[in-house]
């Protein structure tokens, strides 16, 4: 499907891209283009607080404890919000589920209730915001299950493959977003003078070559066999491949991008630290299913280690998988080690 590819000098803001994807749909609404463009513009608002962050009082923690036992960050909070607020009156979500909230989060009955489902997490790496460490915001949107009214919890835990849009927006060195309906993975830039998003990495592709892994070596001793020797496969401690080298930003969408346009593997594997927590600190819905959309789109892989991210049928809002995502030859390589290694079902 060919998509639109700037020429020298012609300005595509995320509008007219999603417009022109839309064309490709002649039964399209025009609902979806219209919650991608209002997610943009929560992009924007984050953004506007992350780049002053140090200036801006939103530094620093807030007192509450949230739903994944982690202290929330105030501009945790913010974007929170400004996820919820941009999208709970536009009549285009029927509910939406937010990693910073125990329940679904309805939208006010005192709007309508739209046909999609709208997952976040507003703001992934959040620990790292006082250090100036690029974070991100990542979003899923499925179509509703529930007939009308109040959209549902089992709106909500639907499986990847039923996903028609995500994305993510990664408040780093400049703001980007990057987005797939299915038909590619696209990169925006916010070009902070005209406060537009213009499209500058159409068509991303994972290359085939990888540059590099991504873990927290730290872990290592709380790790299966089968991690513990993939890992040193990367490595090429085991003499059979050439080492990779090793980055580790400890923020999921800045990790992950840097593999998307430079090859490579991110793993959060699952782990014996904390026997509560058995199955690593990732959320399925709200991290591993809209990257592992994102990596399926650009040639890459998403694994629990054992199962295809996409094909997992999600049983609770919160609950946890081990992730193993990049390039499809490297993440089948863990598949086959933990095969291997691991007593896996
Ligand atoms: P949240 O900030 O959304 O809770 O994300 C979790 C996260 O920060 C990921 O972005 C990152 O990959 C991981 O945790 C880092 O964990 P650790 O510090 O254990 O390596």
């Known amino acids: 499907m060919k998509t639109i590819e700037p020429e020298s000098g012609q300005i595509i803001t995320i509008e007219r891209h999603i417009l022109e994807e839309q064309r490709h749909h002649p039964e399209a609404t025009g609902v979806l283009t219209q919650l991608l463009y209002d997610i943009a513009l929560a992009g924007k608002v984050i953004a506007s607080k992350t780049s002053r962050a140090g200036l801006a009082e939103i530094l620093g923690r807030t007192e509450e ?9 105030k501009l945790d909070r913010f974007a929170h919000l400004t996820m919820y607020r941009l999208n709970d009156h536009t009549g285009r979500l029927a509910v939406m589920a937010s ?13 309508p209730a739209g046909k999609y489902v709208l997952l976040f997490d507003p703001l992934d790496g959040s620990s790292n915001i006082d250090f100036n460490i690029p974070v991100g915001t990542i979003f899923s949107v ?5 007939e009308f009214g109040p959209g549902t919890l089992q709106d909500c835990l639907q499986p990847g493959r039923s996903l028609v849009a995500a994305g993510y927006i990664l ?12 038909e590619g993975v ?12 213009l499209l500058s ?21 709380y790790w299966s066999e089968g991690v513990r020797r993939y890992s040193d496969y990367l490595q090429g401690r085991d003499g059979q491949a050439k080492a990779l080298s090793l980055r580790y930003v400890g923020s999921l969408v800045a990790d992950f991008h840097r593999n998307l346009l430079a090859g490579g593997v991110f793993y959060y594997p699952a782990d014996s630290q904390d026997p509560k927590i058995p199955y690593g600190k990732l959320r399925l819905l709200y991290e591993a299913v809209p990257l592992a959309f994102l990596a399926e789109q650009a040639g890459g892989y998403a694994s629990d280690g054992v199962h295809n991210i996409l094909d997992i049928a999600p049983v609770n809002l919160h609950q ?26």
């Open 171 to 182: 408040y780093g060195s400049s703001t980007m977003l990057v987005y797939t309906t299915g």
């Open 201 to 221: 990495h159409p068509y991303l592709k994972i290359p085939d070559k990888p540059a590099y892994f991504s873990v927290n070596l730290g872990y290592r001793k």
């Open 142 to 146: 499925y179509l509703r299950l529930s």
């Open 186 to 197: 696209h990169g925006f830039t916010l070009d902070p003078s005209v406060g537009e998003f």
């Open 99 to 111: 990693e910073e909230n125990e329940d679904v989060l309805p939208i006010p009955s005192e709007y």
């Open 65 to 73: 404890i949230n739903i994944q036992g982690e202290v929330v960050q």
């Open 320 to 345: 946890r998988t081990p992730l193993f995502i990049g390039n499809r030859d490297l993440v089948e390589c863990a598949e086959r080690f933990i095969a291997d290694y691991d007593a896996v079902e």
